[in-house]
Structures are given as C-alpha cells and as structure tokens.
C-alpha cells in the first residue's frame, strides 16, 4: 500500500530564503507525481507535475525533482516570498492519487 | 477558462436531511472524484468514475453516492448527512488515471449539525 510522508510539517522562513519541501512514498511503481498548493480553507492548485520518466520539472521559482529509486521529491523554492505562504501537498499518482499531509510553509516578512 | 466547479462552497445542513454537492468540468475529463480533507487525517478519496456509468468506491465510500451520467458531471449525493460528515469536499478530474495531472474544485465546506 502507498504511503506518502511529507517532511518538515511546518516550516518558517524569513523572505528571501531558498527552501526545500521534501516528499517520500514507499512504493516507487509510481506514473507521476504531483504538488500541489493549498491556502487556508481554499482549493488545490498544481504546480508542477512530474512524469515517472523525468527527473525535474521547474515553473517559475519552483523546481521539482524526482527520483523513483529512492521514493523521494522535492519543491526547491528561490527566493520565497510572503506570497508564497501556504500548505504544500504532494501526490503520488500509481492507479489512484495518495496525497501527503502537507508541508504548511510561512514566509515572514 | 478550464476548470472543475463545485456548488455550494458553504453548507449548513441538519442530520438526515439528504443534500447533493455538484461537480462539472469543462475539459472533457473522463475521470472524475471526490475526496474529502479533515485535519490529521488529510485527502481521502470517497468515490471515482472512469468515465460515464461507471463509478467505483474508494477509501471511504460509507454514507456517499454517486453518479455519472454525463462525461462533464459527478454529483455527491448524502442520503442521510450526519455529524461525522462535516469536512472540506474537493472534486478532482483528469483525462485519465495516470498519466496526466489532477484539476481540484475550490471545496465545499460542508457542515452537517
């Protein structure tokens, strides 16, 4: 059974800082994997979206990386912002989507 | 602009008073579920659709009902709604199961008194 573990569950950082969100699951015969952000008591919104057969996908100030042999991702984020506070969520997608608990992220001014 | 729409996004309801929450897509989608987010227990997939008349259960399936009978829409049905019910309800829909990413609906928080 898949099982998705997101490390830290919350993280504060000053403006400016780079970060990284990390995400584990334990089975790797996965299809893709998804991260997502979530605001308070909103919607789901994707980020970036990972195919098994690639190593990293980047948007912006987000990178992504995958690497189906150890069963990890990580959101690599430049320069955060205050803007960019919110819960981060991966997903792992191998016949249905198995979500992490999420990384809540603060960024302060 | 493509997107999955829910309705209502706020419910208050009283126990057994049967309610339907909407989902509709407009990218021509062939899967379609429903999930529901409660704090420390995270996203928790109640009901999937392969595609039209054809729907499946999946973790937590008691209470819910489903149907698909169009492509673009996927209604939650709560027969008899109780406590145990409240929670933040996403729809998700993707044009399959595994090689394309998921568009999530803006929730409806649904609270069952």
């Known amino acids: 059974k898949q099982e998705v573990t997101q490390i830290p569950a919350a993280l504060s950082v000053p403006e400016g800082e780079n970060l990284v969100l990390n995400c584990s699951f334990t089975?790797?015969?996965?299809?893709?994997l998804q991260w997502f952000r979530q605001d308070p008591g909103k919607g789901l919104t994707s980020l970036l979206l990972?195919?098994?057969?690639?190593r990293e996908q980047t948007s912006g100030r987000l990178n992504a990386s995958l690497d189906k042999s150890s069963g990890r991702s990580t959101l690599y984020i430049a320069a955060s912002q205050p803007g960019d506070s919110a819960t981060y969520l991966c997903?792992?997608?191998?016949?249905?989507?198995?979500f992490g608990q999420g990384t809540e992220l603060s960024v302060k001014p | 602009e493509a997107q999955v729409t829910q309705n209502p996004r706020y419910l208050i309801t009283v126990t057994g008073k049967k309610l339907t929450v909407t989902c509709s897509q407009n990218?021509?989608?062939?899967?379609m579920s429903w999930y529901r987010q409660d704090p420390g227990l995270g996203l928790r997939q109640i009901y999937y659709?392969?595609?039209?008349?054809?729907?499946d259960k999946g973790d937590v399936p008691e209470g819910y009902k489903v149907s698909r009978k169009e492509k673009r829409n996927f209604p939650l049905i709560l027969e008899s709604p109780s406590p145990n019910q409240t929670s933040l309800y996403f729809c998700?829909?993707?044009?399959?199961?595994?090689?394309?990413?998921?568009?999530f609906g803006s929730g409806t928080r649904l609270t069952v008194v």
């Open positions: 998700a829909s993707s044009f399959n199961t595994n090689n394309y990413g998921y568009t």
């Open positions: 089975d790797s015969a996965i299809y893709n």
């Open positions: 990972i195919q098994s057969s690639q």
């Open positions: 997903a792992a997608l191998g016949g249905k989507l198995i």
């Open positions: 990218m021509n989608h062939e899967y």
């Open positions: 659709s392969m595609n039209v008349e054809v729907t």
